[in-house]
């Protein structure tokens, strides 16, 4: 297949902001990343989003079609932003890919729901887009998640392996690479349940470097029940909802704030260790992307638990803030030429799955 030119776009869990990147790929190893830059939701459009993910059964019915025209006009709008800040030519994008707002993820129930309609935005921008990721992954009986595991194998082409690829946003999720071998799954909480608890507690989105986990101790007993959860005997591939271990973890609420905050933290590096029980060799190095990067208290956690190099994935010459939205630009690509988007051992569908619809202006 020939290089296109592809802007790939996310909101992640957190809805902090819309991610946007550009990239040219072949779609296999050929990956040149360009700009990215994230665009903040409207406050009133992300708090609408998060009373969503607080009923999360409201996902399931509609009418949601208001909300649904507001998320796909902020992500075109995000797009347009995007274009001019950078002096893209228009004209030379061929796809964009739109992974859309995740309110709703229940793969057991052959269930993904995310926000972004693909018309709509196709024609807001006069490019074509694609959308819709996960569903047929979903459909066939697979996870959907994570997608991201296909470019990281395209990324680490030339890296030492086996390497391990850890995404920290609101859920942890693994690639390990090892050559030919792809394996990936959700590790279990990542900055979700420890921002939820900050915003609770102190009115803050996070716990900057996790000075405040770093203040405090883990409760140990605690951190064991945490580690009981089913997920953790599950085995891989498997992946999350946002919102799957908040009444698990609702006994953090008994504990001071940096307590909680050392107990959260603690158990977002054993559920990612935990990892390594479910993947045939030992990675010779970690490489760790998403928020959760700047987190010194988690990394040096991390770097303790596994015994091995662990650094964010700037180390290795990618771009931490927006390798998600490069992802979904690349997984576009892809998607124009029919290649797989998912695998047996990265989503536990039957078989490699093509996916996305795309939609012309």
Not at 4 to 31: F, Q
Not at 317 to 338: H, I, K, M, N, P
């Amino acid at each position: 297949m020939q290089q296109v030119t592809a802007i790939g776009v996310i909101s992640g869990t957190s809805m902090d902001a819309i991610d946007v990147a550009l990239l040219h790929s072949d779609g296999h190893t050929h990956v040149v990343t360009g700009p990215g830059r994230g665009y903040p939701y409207d406050p009133a459009l992300r708090a609408r989003l998060l009373a969503v993910l607080a009923d999360p059964a409201a996902a399931l019915h509609d009418p949601m079609a208001e909300l649904d025209e507001a998320v796909s006009d902020a992500h075109a709008e995000a797009v347009q932003r995007f274009i001019a800040d950078f002096a893209i030519d228009r004209a030379s994008v061929g796809v964009v890919g739109i992974h859309g707002q995740t309110i709703y993820h229940r793969p057991q129930q052959r269930f993904t729901r995310q926000l972004g309609i693909g018309s709509r935005i196709a024609a807001a921008l006069g490019i074509d887009v694609v959308n819709r990721f996960r569903h047929a992954d979903v459909a066939a009986g697979g996870e959907g998640a994570p997608l991201a595991p296909l470019y990281h194998q395209a990324l680490a082409t030339s890296l030492p392996k086996p390497l391990m690829v850890l995404n920290l946003g609101g859920v942890g999720n693994v690639t390990y690479i090892d050559d030919d071998t792809v394996i990936a799954f959700d590790t279990g909480p990542a900055s979700a349940l420890l921002d939820d608890f900050m915003l609770r507690r102190r009115g803050v989105p996070f716990d900057r470097d996790g000075a405040l986990a770093a203040a405090g101790t883990p409760d140990a007993a605690l951190l064991a029940r945490l580690m009981a959860h089913p997920y953790f005997a599950r085995p891989a591939p498997k992946s999350l909802d946002r919102n799957e271990f908040h009444a698990w973890a609702a006994s953090v609420e008994g504990l001071d704030d940096a307590s909680g905050a050392a107990t959260l933290a603690a158990f977002t590096v054993a559920a990612a260790a935990a990892a390594t029980r479910l993947v045939p060799g030992v990675a010779t190095r970690w490489v760790v992307g998403g928020g959760g990067r700047h987190n010194g208290h988690l990394m040096a956690g991390l770097r303790a638990a596994l015994a091995v190099p662990v650094e964010p994935v700037e180390a290795v010459g990618w771009d931490g803030d927006f390798l998600e939205a490069q992802c979904f630009a690349y997984l576009a690509v892809r998607s124009l030429a029919g290649l797989p988007l998912s695998l047996p051992s990265t989503t536990g569908v039957p078989h490699p799955m093509p996916g996305g619809e795309l939609w012309k202006p």
